[in-house]
């Protein structure tokens, strides 16, 4: 497993915009694609986005899509999720995540994911 840590996280107006990293650690990052999930309260934990190993390929949710980026910089081991137009709909905690497997680009369903950071709280207002 990877040791994965996210920070970014807070409270902004809607319309507004934060931007979300997770830094990696333990294994060679480059190798992984890497996932955004959320959670909100009474909700089940739900996919954001995901980035290919190499960063040329991402995937989002449609409920993001058009709104929040991800990216990644690998000499950093670090993704970032750089969330516009924020919606009161999107506080969650957010989480990253990382698949077991190399060179493998995971679905939605965060079963395929086997490492994930504690979270971090975004709160829209609004």
């Known amino acids: 497993q990877v040791q994965l840590a996210e920070s970014g996280g807070g409270l902004v107006q809607a319309g507004g915009s934060l931007r979300l990293s997770c830094a990696a650690s333990?294994?060679?990052?480059?190798?992984?694609?890497m996932g955004w999930f959320r959670q909100a309260p009474g909700k089940e934990r739900e996919f954001v986005a995901t980035?290919?190993?190499?960063?040329?390929?991402?995937y989002y949710a449609d409920s993001v899509r058009g709104r929040f980026t991800i990216s990644r910089d690998n000499a950093k081991n670090t993704v970032y999720l750089q969330m516009n137009s924020l919606r009161p709909e999107d506080t969650a905690v957010y989480y990253c995540?990382?698949?077991?497997?190399?060179?493998?680009?995971?679905?939605?369903?965060?079963?395929?994911?086997?490492?994930w950071g504690q979270g971090t709280q975004v709160t829209v207002s609004s």
């Open positions: 995540a990382a698949p077991a497997v190399p060179f493998h680009i995971p679905g939605p369903n965060p079963n395929e994911y086997d490492s």
């Open positions: 333990g294994r060679t990052f480059s190798s992984f694609a």
């Open positions: 980035i290919t190993w190499r960063g040329r390929s991402t």
